[in-house]
């Protein structure tokens, strides 16, 4: 062969190379033009510190789960709520790999009071500062319904919360703070939410919220996702953001979040609960925390 031949074949040789580099480059990067699109993990969460990946049959895991079940003062959930919290495995068991929370409309008698609605509230016994949890999950059906998948500092003074049992109570809400990952509305359905309440803004004047429309909220699973920092907090579900906190003025009234917090799963019912309604779920796969 020819010098003139090797150097013209091997500069093929690099020229086919070079392209098939390039093609894989650009194929293996993904799009991230599309808005609000969370391509990564915050990289410094990438340890798994907690998880229940609910693969115990029968009852929930009484190492990491508490029944908060004893009402308030008033003798009704705030807000006017109708349903009863039970520890019963009606309203909260594990089967096939999945958590059940079952809200049920049954005439109970508990603390004194008859309620026509239970359902299931549960405490997570870990609290954390920082880290993303990420749920997958699906949610109950029918006006009225209230599911929500959210978050306490452990320091809230609420007589019958797993914490304030344990003499961590000291700050009423909602100077504590509190942070909503997901809430569902069975009268907006498929309308997810999430908001974090303090001394700035709370209940019904909630300024710290937003959301978004998904596809199936009760008929298919999705990822619901919080990122919090020292920062800011960023809320997604199946990795689309809808919500960011991050206040110019940090202080005691809009950052509470800065010390540990657990993790509460309920099913609410409000007053205008369907009079059809006869039971509902919500169904969760996994929780995990990673830090």
Known sequence: MTNELKTYTL?????IFLSYLIFAFFKETPDTSKENIVTSLN?????LVWSDEFDVEGTINQEKWFHQTKLPPSGSWWGGLIQHYTNRDTNSYVKDGYLHLVAKKESFEAHGEVKEYTAARLNSKFAFTYG????????????????AIWMLNKNIDEDGAYWDNQGFGTTKWP?????DILEHWGKNQDYVSSAVHNGSGYGSDVKNIGGQNIKGA??????YVLEWSKDKMIFSIDGVEHYK????IKNSDTWPYDSDYYIILNIAIEPDIDPNFVESPMVVDYIRVYQ
Do not use: M
């Open 245 to 248: 906190y991050q206040p110019t």
């Open 218 to 223: 009760s008929t298919k699973f999705h990822n």
């Open 175 to 179: 100077f504590c703070g509190e942070i």
């Open 43 to 47: 990289p410094k969460f990438d340890v």
């Open 11 to 15: 500069f093929i040789i690099g020229f």
């Open 132 to 147: 993303r949890v990420e749920i997958r999950a699906k949610l109950p059906a029918g006006i009225g319904t209230w599911p």
